[in-house]
């Protein structure tokens, strides 16, 4: 049993945030691997309770879109949640798949791509990609919703292989194409605008058969009548979305890489780690609490500490749990939850579809008061 109190705190750094003296000795009494096996299963710990916390904030349902409301409940939840890992994965989803209310215009739809995220993000790869393909979020934020049989939108099938897969340079722009002509019909309803005073109403996703090119595609050397499910099951196999996941889960967990854009041309910090949990994610079958297990318990994990920038979601949610108090709701939460943006950081509002640049970008002399002031 390895009851390493500074490793113990590392890893309640990178797969949590953070942790109180107290709660460390505690874990450091039972150790590190069974601290990781709880970690790795949290349906066995408490979860934030969003009822309660719209009792006393009840504005926050279905908020309006002005910076910060979103956030303040996904804030509350991570602040006050057993399950750290869990909510930690959200996090990182949140990244890789960059979705913002900026265009959507509608914040409910964007939190319940956050709570997707939470009930399907350490479990299977595949299952999460074909869910995110069905979400009404991303649909309206890649405009797939304007993909049609007589007019393909490719900006949903691009970002799905450039941004949510594989990566540039392991596919072709016919490839592209192919790609998006898969994903016609895949659309959402009811499309509403929005009331005076009533906000959208929800949208759900909604398969028009009439509307998909039912043609024969040919993408990354297969040729058939491919749906989104088929292109979805061609990507998760190619050797390429497992070494571009692992090389997600290295810098978000493990040490600083260089920003997404560079990867095509930039090797990976450490070559060999990368490649383990590639490894991992094909042999498990795209299953991520195993990645995460051979991730966390690997000696490339442990050696690497105060190899990373948090960031502002990072501080301000540490922070938060070291001082405490904000386990149950209180008053305030709405500016609290404006912190990260002012650090550079904007919860549910990421700047593009690539997400955030990440290590030292989140440094400059502006953001760097602001965390010193927070």
């Known amino acids: 049993m390895n009851n390493d109190i500074e490793l113990i705190a590392h890893l309640m750094r990178r797969a949590g945030f953070g942790a109180s003296r107290t709660e460390l000795e505690h874990r450091s009494s039972v150790g590190y691997e069974a601290t990781l096996e709880e970690l790795l299963n949290p349906d066995a710990q408490l979860s934030s309770d969003r009822l309660e916390f719209l009792r006393y904030h009840p504005h926050f349902w279905k908020p309006i879109t002005s910076s910060g409301m979103g956030g303040a409940g996904w804030l509350h939840d991570m602040v006050s949640t057993q399950r750290v890992l869990q909510e930690k994965m959200v996090l990182f989803w949140h990244q890789v798949f960059a979705t913002g209310y900026s265009k959507i215009d509608h914040y409910h739809e964007v939190i319940h791509q956050i709570d997707m995220f939470r009930d399907m993000g350490m479990g299977n790869y595949r299952d999460l990609l074909i869910a995110l393909a069905k979400n009404p979020a991303m649909i309206y934020w890649l405009d797939n919703c304007d993909n049609h049989s007589y007019a393909v939108n490719e900006n949903w099938g691009r970002e799905l292989l450039e941004l949510f897969s594989m990566g540039v340079g392991n596919y072709t722009e016919d490839d592209v194409r192919e790609c998006s002509r898969a994903f016609t019909g895949w659309t959402i309803t009811p499309m509403i605008p929005r009331g005076s005073g009533t906000g959208r109403f929800d949208w759900a996703f909604e398969y028009q058969e009439e509307d998909h090119d039912e043609g024969e595609k040919t993408f990354l050397g297969h040729t058939g009548n491919f ?123 990421p700047p593009s579809v690539e997400g955030w640049h990440t290590g030292s970008e989140w440094i400059n002399s502006g953001t760097l008061m602001k965390r010193i002031n927070f």
């Open 227 to 349: 749906n989104g499910e088929d292109i979805i099951d061609i990507v998760c196999a190619h050797p390429a979305t497992a070494r571009f996941i692992a090389r997600h889960l290295y810098n978000f967990f493990v040490a600083d890489e260089p920003q997404v854009p560079a990867w095509s041309v930039e090797p990976p910090r450490d070559e060999a780690a990368v490649q383990l949990l590639a490894d991992t994610f094909c042999e498990s079958n795209y299953d991520m609490t195993t990645v995460l297990r051979v991730l966390f318990n690997s000696d490339f994990f442990k050696e690497a500490r105060f190899e990373k920038i948090k960031s502002p979601v990072e501080v301000v949610v540490g922070t938060m749990r070291l001082v405490g108090g904000y386990e149950f709701p209180k008053p305030g939460i709405g500016n609290l939850a404006k912190e990260p943006g002012y650090m550079g950081q904007d919860l549910l509002g």
